[in-house]
Structures are given as structure tokens and as C-alpha cells.
């Protein structure tokens, strides 16, 4: 069984600090993924990095994928009150079965003004 | 454009009752998948359909769970027998491909078992 740890899963920051969610696990995963979930809604797609190594900005947001494919990490810089939500990473499986994502259990973010 | 939308938006059932959960994906997408969110647990696998192919059902916790799609489109999730363990959001998504595309969730339906 594949399976995803998030760190910290919980994190309550100030308005303008940075942050670093993490995403490990002992399998590879052939595409990482980040969602961004809001009360009440479902999860939205952040980005998806497919590459070992690879570097992915979205304006105050990095994601990194490892080199072996086993691990993730999204870094905020400057948070701001609208980041807050539960952040969850998922890793894609393999060959015909890349669409059955494992989700971690998730980051809930809070950033305070 | 009208995203994904999930019916009814809160259930609640008591124990041994069946329930079924509705699902309308994007129009057009050919992709549906179904996932189960337990508090304090990341989103559980539970179904995958794809086109006229047979579904891929390795998610599915027991043979209480069942779904079906119909031409196509629209998707009924229904647990048999309902215990308290099922108490979780149901969520649903849809997507263009089930190789590459990216999965456009509903808001949920939160099913509460008493």
C-alpha cells in the first residue's frame, strides 16, 4: 500500500511569514500533485510536477518534486489571510493506473492577519 | 462553465438504512472518480469509470458499496446497509482523460450515519 505523510498537519502562521509543507513516502510516484481544499468544497488542483528534481513557482508559491520521485515540498512566501485552507499532495500511480492518486492526510493551513 | 455537482449536499441516515449518492460531472468529460474523505484521513480512492470500460473497483471498502454510470454521464454512488464508519464526505470528480487530465471535484455530499 502506497502511502503519503504531509508535515506539519497542522500550521497557524502570520500574515507575511513563509512557509514549508511537506509531502514523503517510501514509494515512487510517477506525477506528485498539489490541492488547495476550502470548507465545504472540494479540492482544488494547485499543480502537478512530473519530473524528479523538478521546480515549479506560481507567484508566491514553489513546488518541488524530488529526485527519486518520493517526495514533495510546497513553500509560501509571505502568506497572506486568502492561503489559508487545507493543503493535500497525491501521488500518481503507474503505466494504465496514473489516474488512482494517493492522497496524504493534508496540511491545514491558517494564516492570520 | 457548470463544474462538477454532487446531490444531496448532506445525508443523514440511520444505521442499516441504503442511501445513494448523485453525481453530475462536467459535460463532456469522459472521466469520473469517486473518493471518500474521513475526518482526520486524506481522500480515499474508491472508483474510477472511464468511457464505455468496465470500472476499476479496487476502491470499494466492501460489497455494501456500488456504483454505477449511466450513458456515460451521470454516476450513482450507493452503500447498502449503511454503518457508522460510513459517516464521511463522499466527494466526486471528473476529468477529460483518466491518464492525464486534471480532476475537477464536486463540493461533496456529507453523509452522516446515526
Known amino acids: 500500500t502506497q502511502l503519503l505523510e504531509q508535515s506539519p498537519q497542522f500550521l497557524s502562521i502570520q500574515e507575511g511569514e513563509n512557509l514549508t509543507v511537506y509531502c514523503n513516502s517510501s514509494?515512487?510516484?510517477?506525477?506528485l500533485q498539489w490541492y488547495r481544499q476550502e470548507p465545504g468544497e472540494g479540492p482544488v488542483l494547485l499543480v502537478t510536477v512530473v519530473t524528479g528534481g523538478e521546480v515549479k513557482k506560481l507567484k508566491r508559491l514553489t513546488f518541488q518534486f524530488g529526485d527519486a520521485r518520493k517526495d514533495s515540498s510546497l513553500h509560501i512566501t509571505a502568506a497572506q489571510p486568502g492561503d489559508t485552507g487545507l493543503y493535500l499532495c497525491a501521488g500518481g500511480g503507474w503505466g494504465g493506473s496514473n489516474y488512482k492518486l494517493t492522497f496524504g492526510k493534508g496540511t491545514l493551513l491558517t494564516v492570520n492577519p | 462553465g457548470a463544474g462538477v455537482s454532487q446531490s444531496p449536499s448532506n445525508k443523514v441516515t440511520e444505521k442499516g438504512k441504503d442511501v445513494e449518492l448523485r453525481c453530475d460531472p462536467i459535460?463532456?468529460?469522459?472521466?469520473l472518480y469517486w473518493y471518500r474523505q474521513s475526518l482526520g484521513q486524506g481522500l480515499e480512492f474508491l472508483i474510477y469509470?472511464?468511457?464505455?470500460?468496465?470500472?476499476?473497483k479496487s476502491g470499494l471498502p466492501s460489497d455494501r458499496f456500488s456504483a454505477e454510470r449511466t450513458g456515460g454521464s451521470v454516476s450513482t454512488l450507493t452503500i447498502q446497509r449503511t454503518q457508522q464508519e460510513d459517516s464521511a464526505v463522499y466527494l466526486c470528480?471528473?476529468?477529460?482523460?483518466?491518464?492525464?487530465?486534471?480532476?475537477?471535484f464536486g463540493p461533496g455530499t456529507r453523509l452522516t450515519v446515526t
Open positions: 470528480a471528473s476529468s477529460t482523460s483518466g491518464l492525464t487530465g486534471e480532476q475537477y
Open positions: 514509494s515512487v510516484f510517477s506525477s
Open positions: 469509470f472511464q468511457g464505455n470500460s468496465a470500472p476499476d
Open positions: 459535460s463532456g468529460h469522459t472521466a
